[in-house]
C-alpha cells in the first residue's frame, strides 16, 4: 500500500499496483472523482489478492468465495470483479470444486446421495450443478454399496436409523434393511 498526501493535509492509501498502472506521481492533481475512481481500483485490486489467498488455500465456489470477501467487507463491486478474475484465471470453477468435493466424500463411504447434495448446497455449489455431479458420481449402485459398509453389523432397525442420518436414499435404505431381515432369518427360512 501506498499513502497517498494531498495538499488538503488529507491522506489515504492505494495499492501499489493500482499507482504505477495509473501513473500517480508527486504533484498531479486530483480531484474527488478521479480520487473516487482511483479508490474503487485500489479495492478491486484488493479484493482479487484477498481471493487469491484464500483460493490458495483451499479451493472455492463462485458463492463461497464471495461470501468470504464480503465477510471481510469488500463491495460487491469488488467482489464481483475478482470472482469473475479468479474464473478468467481457471482458479474458481463451481463444478471442479463440486466433483472434487464429492469424490472426497465417497473416498471414505459415510453419506449417501441426499447428504452429499445438502454438502454441495452448503458451499454454494447451485442446485442443478450439485444435483447432476452428485448423480453422475453417485450412482445408485455406489451408493447401495456405501450403505452396505455404513450397515455393517448393525440390526435392520439400528441401519436404517443411520442410513436416514447420513442421507441415504430411502430406497437405498429399503434395500439394505431387507438384506438383513434376509441375513437375520437365516437360510432355513428364505
Not at 98 to 110: D, F, G, N, Y
Not at 139 to 152: I, M, S
Request: proline share 3%; glycine share 8%.
Amino acid at each position: 500500500m501506498v499513502r497517498i498526501h494531498l495538499s488538503d493535509g488529507s491522506s489515504f492509501a492505494l495499492h501499489a499496483e493500482v499507482v504505477a498502472r495509473e501513473k500517480i506521481a508527486v504533484g498531479i492533481s486530483l480531484d474527488s472523482e478521479r480520487l473516487s475512481q482511483l479508490l474503487t481500483l485500489s479495492e478491486q485490486v484488493l479484493a482479487r489478492v484477498r481471493a487469491l489467498a484464500l483460493l490458495s488455500r483451499s479451493a472455492h465456489t463462485r458463492r463461497g468465495l464471495s461470501r468470504k470477501l464480503a465477510a471481510r467487507g469488500f463491495s460487491a463491486e469488488a467482489i464481483r470483479h475478482a470472482a469473475t478474475r479468479m474464473k478468467e484465471l481457471g482458479y474458481l470453477d463451481d463444478r471442479s470444486f463440486a466433483e472434487e468435493w464429492v469424490r472426497l466424500r465417497l473416498s471414505t463411504p459415510r453419506e449417501g446421495v441426499k447428504s452429499l447434495s445438502r454438502g454441495l448446497l452448503g458451499r454454494g455449489v447451485p442446485r442443478a450443478l450439485a444435483e447432476e455431479v452428485v448423480a453422475a458420481l453417485c450412482p445408485p449402485e455406489v451408493e447401495l454399496e456405501a450403505a452396505r459398509r455404513v450397515a455393517a453389523g448393525l440390526s435392520p432397525a439400528a441401519a436404517a436409523r443411520r442410513l436416514t442420518g447420513r442421507g441415504f436414499r430411502s430406497r437405498t435404505i429399503g434395500v439394505i434393511v431387507r438384506e438383513l431381515e434376509r441375513k437375520a432369518r437365516g437360510p432355513a427360512e428364505e
